[in-house]
């Protein structure tokens, strides 16, 4: 897998997006997916981390976003990463995978930042550019892994996720805008 500093560089250089509606999915990102590996293990192990990421950033974010739309975005990561979570365990089980309990190093690093925020637009802030990173870091694996996996179990549960990686990414998208 490639390095973490490169993956983290380009994560910040897809920051400036078109502007998006709520019709229209978040895109894959082209850099990313070129720093990407197409390792099994690598996709299990950064999906499983993107999963604890969101999870505990969106429970972040239900108590200390000032935004209402925020706090109901953090309520929506917990629910829809934690039943994403349950998923990618149970594929993961079926192919003698195991999952990470901890997130690695970029994902703590995002987290650890919002952590030390203070309640309020500092949070908010960065909590809305933390989930279009996030989301365009997860949108480019499962798309990536979608079309390239040798495992045709792999392959369609990443089919099967993205659209919702997708939306998810759109919204924080939205929630972006004009801030």
């Avoid at 994403?84 to 995002?110: E, N, Y």
């Avoid at 987290?111 to 996030?134: I, P, Q, W």
């Avoid at 179990?153 to 990686?165: C, G, H, Q, S």
Wanted: proline share 4%.
């Amino acid at each position: 897998m490639k390095t973490l500093k490169t993956l983290a560089a380009a994560s910040l250089m897809c920051l400036p997006y078109a502007a998006a509606t709520a019709a229209e999915p978040m895109k894959p990102s082209g850099v990313m997916e070129a720093m990407m590996s197409n390792d099994q293990k690598d996709f299990f192990e950064t999906a499983a981390s993107a999963n604890l990421f969101e999870i505990e950033a969106g429970k972040l974010a239900q108590t200390k976003a000032t935004d209402p739309a925020l706090q109901t975005f953090g309520a929506q990561m917990v629910k829809d990463h934690t039943e994403a979570s349950a998923k990618l365990a149970a594929l993961a089980s079926t192919k003698s995978v195991p999952l990470p309990t901890a997130m690695l190093k970029r994902h703590q690093s995002m987290y650890d930042a919002l952590a030390k925020d203070k309640a309020g637009k500092d949070f908010d802030e960065d909590f809305r550019n933390k989930m279009v990173m996030s989301h365009k870091e997860a949108v480019s694996l499962f798309d990536q892994t979608a079309q390239k996996a040798k495992d045709p179990e792999v392959k369609a549960f990443a089919a099967m996720m993205l659209p919702k990686l997708q939306m998810h990414g759109s919204a924080a998208m939205e929630l972006n805008e004009g801030h």
